[in-house]
């Protein structure tokens, strides 16, 4: 496991999350202004407000989501550096008690 990779991953799905954070602003500041709506377009203000609203908590909701994935690949890959490192000390000490052990001899040879 390249666990460099997947800390990389990690920095691709972070930006990719600030993206919806962008879209975001944008649609609130932009596609939710009903300022200029009168007559009949004031009708619908309320409709557009409320669109507006729900479309902000999805792009939110994503970007949490993305971000909770990123925060799991960086865990995976600390825990597969550690699982890494105990399993080179465990054959490191497996492989220093078999030198430390006699060589058995056959007939006194």
Known sequence: MQTGELRGYRGLI???AEHFTTINDHAQQHGADTSGYTGLLALLAPAVTGVAALYGET???ANRKMLELG???EDAATKYDTNEQET???IAAIGSSLEATDTPT????
């Open 59 to 61: 792009l939110n909701l």
């Open 88 to 90: 080179q000390s465990g």
């Open 71 to 73: 925060e799991k690949l």
């Open 106 to 109: 056959i007939g006194g040879r």
């Open 14 to 16: 972070d930006r990719q």
